[in-house]
């Protein structure tokens, strides 16, 4: 079993920053990719990013290609979500989710076994 906590969720103006952090606990030798989604009442749960637990190797989604950042602390177990230039449509709570295999696809939710209890993100206009 691997245990996910977020952190660092808030109200930001847009333009801003937030760090999301991902603390994992358990059996987390066995994760190998870590990521981050978001989801918005009513819609599906969006990819946002992912990173390998030991290679490195990460992946965005291409609207926040250069605004976010994943990146991870394999000595603190804790993976991070850096967001910048925030948008009144990044609003949405994020996801930690971590999977134990080695998914064909790192953007699918299903491919994923732990998720956290997720973070409010808010983007004011």
């Known amino acids: 079993q691997v245990a996910l906590v977020e952190s660092g969720g808030g109200l930001v103006q847009a333009g801003g920053s937030l760090r999301l952090s991902c603390a994992a606990s358990?059996?987390?030798?066995?994760?190998?990719?870590m990521g981050w989604f978001r989801q918005v009442p009513g819609k599906e749960r969006e990819f946002v990013a992912a990173?390998?637990?030991?290679?490195?190797?990460?992946e965005h989604l291409n609207s926040v290609k250069g605004r976010f950042t994943i990146s991870r602390d394999t000595a603190k177990n804790t993976v991070y979500l850096q967001m910048n230039s925030l948008k009144p449509e990044d609003t949405a709570i994020y996801y930690c989710?971590?999977?134990?295999?080695?998914?064909?696809?790192?953007?699918?939710?299903?491919?994923?076994?732990?998720w956290g209890q997720g973070t409010q993100v808010t983007v004011s206009s």
């Open positions: 989710a971590a999977s134990g295999r080695r998914p064909s696809s790192w953007s699918v939710p299903i491919n994923y076994d732990y």
């Open positions: 990173i390998s637990w030991s290679g490195g190797s990460t």
């Open positions: 358990g059996r987390t030798f066995s994760s190998y990719v």
